[in-house]
């Protein structure tokens, strides 16, 4: 039998509460300074824009201010994968949502496992996607796209996985010949249609938007569950025939490991925020649809929605994991 001295005992005894005693008061000091708040996108994009009007009501529950910090790159996965590397400290959050826990995986090598690596915070928002073209386009239709691809191959511009799925279920499902060139922020994505440099545009209602109402893009057609608000005239694929969908919950995470009370006063903080009146009229002039979920919801919300991204991305040809 190995005999430990009583004094290393009480000694390591101590130690062990003086840690959790120091531990409980910072959760309860807790926010000593800024919060840094990790984007995936550039500055102007559809997340970032959001973030900034979540942002703004953040600050005003937990008294710190919030500082966006752009992460763009890697079809939006930079940004997760800083997130995952940072200290649990309370003082890191960041933008997480279907592409990281749903659709990159299974497409691409990934520097971390979502599921594993982050403590859900809220889900804040859902992006509404659509597909458009430049005004001169001899694209007048979703049918052209498939009819024209035929004869010569179309290109696409989009910054994520996951509101492309539609174009690529459309190739694989209907033998159009199209392929995907991907950018770091939505806006560059949408100026590339604008632009002429490719024929198509797979793009976030926010990013879409002010091309639109300038008159320099074509909607076709919204690729979410739903018509959008500002143009209800405009069907979605599914009501044009093509069963096809891009889902767009945007949320919050901590890296994982964050003290729970930490976690549950900034829970309470996106509760506030997505009830306040401010942010859900920035919300609305953003093209973007407020949905609050807890981050306990939100996980099981993505979890629900796995088997339906692998068929998805199966029958798509996307699945290569």
Sequence with gaps: MIRIPALKVLAAAAGACLFGALAAHAADDWPRKEITLINNYPPGSATELTARAIARSIEKTIGKPVIIKAVPGGAGQLGPAELARSAPDGYTIGLVGSSSYLTAPHMMDMPFDAWKSFDLIAQAAELRYGVGVRKDSPIKSVQDI???????????SSTSPNN????????????????????????????????GHVDLTLQSATEMKPQIDAGNLRLLASTSPERWPDYPDVPTLRELGFDYISFGPMGYAFPKGVDP?????????????????????????????PSYRTGAEFYDHMKKMEPLFIQILTEAGMKTR
Excluded: C, H
């Excluded at 498939?146 to 004869?151: A, C, E, N, R, V």
């Excluded at 010949?177 to 939505?186: D, K, Y």
């Excluded at 549950?264 to 609305?284: C, G, H, N, T």
């Design 261 to 289: 009370k930490v976690r549950d006063r900034m829970e309470k903080a996106f509760e506030i925020a997505l009830k306040d009146p401010e942010v859900l009229d920035q919300l609305k002039k953003l093209g973007v649809a």
């Design 164 to 195: 492309v799925l539609p174009l690529f279920q459309m190739a694989k499902l209907n033998g159009a010949n199209l392929r995907w060139v991907t950018f770091a922020g939505g806006a560059e994505s949408v100026l590339q249609a604008v632009g």
């Design 146 to 156: 498939i009819d024209q691809s035929k004869k010569k191959r179309l290109t696409y």
